[in-house]
């Protein structure tokens, strides 16, 4: 990754982090209802802009975007963000690494950046 791509990470995954985190508590409160306009809206902006970045790491689902008409249900914008996380958490492994220092940074064009990263999910 280049140090461009690793911004645009970062700002990608903290968009589907807080998007994941907003429909996993709607999801737990009330699973069958409807999301509104807005937030279907919200994300397919944030889906679409991870779907890009991840590239060929995206999800392999049949799915493209959130119908605006036909508004899913938490539970189901819950599912598919939770598939984005997942795939965004396996990119973001693979491209930082701990130093002796027990500090993780991203690797940038093969080498160690100063660009700081928090540890993958399962490592401390």
């Known amino acids: 990754m280049t140090a461009d791509e690793v911004e645009k990470f970062r700002k990608m995954a903290a968009q589907l982090d807080a998007l994941h985190q907003e429909a ?27 779907k ?26 819950s599912f598919v963000v939770t598939q984005f ?18 500090v993780w940074y991203w690797i940038v064009s093969g080498a160690f950046s100063e660009i700081a990263a928090v540890a993958p999910k399962g490592v401390r």
Not at 55 to 77: C, K
Not at 93 to 101: E, F, G, P, V, Y
């Open 24 to 50: 996993t508590a709607a999801s737990k409160k009330l699973p069958d209802k409807p999301v509104s306009k807005f937030k279907v809206e919200l994300a397919n902006s944030v889906l679409e802009t991870a």
């Open 85 to 102: 996380v997942e795939c965004a958490e396996k990119v973001k492994a693979q491209n930082i690494k701990r130093l002796h220092n027990g």
């Open 52 to 77: 890009q970045v991840l590239g060929t790491s995206a999800p392999t689902l049949s799915f493209e975007r959130f119908d605006v008409d036909d508004l899913p249900t938490n539970s189901d914008l």
